[in-house]
Structure formats: structure tokens, C-alpha cells
Nanobody, 120 residues
């Protein structure tokens, strides 16, 4: 029943920046954690970054120092700020949101993916 809206992907030159957004709908949904994953052509999906309910952050080594994950609990939204983009960052990016429904039941939902293309 939770619907996720993912946006922010596009075409950018190497060294540029993009900000991805992932928002959950539903008046009874409270999102406080989530993550970003990506899948490049011909490769397996990998974790890019995540944030837990306590605010702890985790990043893949390949994006440390360049990407920042953040959340806005009031907006049920998780963001991924991507700076100093490299061609190897090109992939479809998927978000995962974690929270509660009706204040008690755990909910986990995925976005449909947004394409990020970084040109050299």
C-alpha cells in the first residue's frame, strides 16, 4: 500500500552533481530509514549508501567522500546527494525506504529506479 516516488536521475558530465529523492506516500506512513542501491549494465545490484533509524550512515567504498545520504522524516523522504560523479557511477539507482505504518507495523518499500548517466 506504500507508494514510492523516486526522482532526480539524468545525464550529467563527469565531475558534476545530482541529487536523488525518494519519497513515500500515505498519511499513515512514517519513514525514518532507507538506502540507495544501483545496478550498472551487466553487473549485480550493489548497496551505495544507507541510513538507519538512529541516523547511522553507511557507504560503499567507491562513493565515500563523494555521496551523501540524508533523510527528512517529516517528509518521509530519503535523499542521495552525488558529487564528483564518475562514468563508473552510471547505473539505475533504486531507493529503499523503511519505516512504520499506523505507528507500529514495519514497512519496507522500493522505488522503481531512476537512471543516472555520467559522461566522460
Amino acid at each position: 500500500q506504500v507508494q514510492v516516488v523516486e526522482s532526480g536521475g539524468g545525464l550529467v558530465q563527469a565531475g558534476g552533481s545530482l541529487r536523488l529523492s525518494c519519497a513515500a506516500s500515505g498519511s499513515t506512513v512514517s519513514i525514518n530509514a532507507g538506502g540507495w542501491y544501483r545496478q550498472a549494465s551487466g553487473k549485480q545490484r550493489e548497496l551505495v549508501a544507507n541510513i538507519n533509524s538512529g541516523g547511522s550512515l553507511n557507504y560503499a567504498d567507491s562513493v565515500k567522500g563523494r555521496f551523501t545520504i540524508s533523510r527528512d522524516n517529516a517528509k518521509n523522504t530519503v535523499y542521495l546527494q552525488m558529487n564528483s560523479l564518475k562514468p563508473e557511477d552510471t547505473a539505475v539507482y533504486y531507493c529503499n525506504l523503511i519505516g512504520t505504518v499506523w505507528g507500529r507495523s514495519r514497512v519496507e518499500a522500493w522505488g522503481r529506479g531512476t537512471l543516472v548517466t555520467v559522461s566522460s
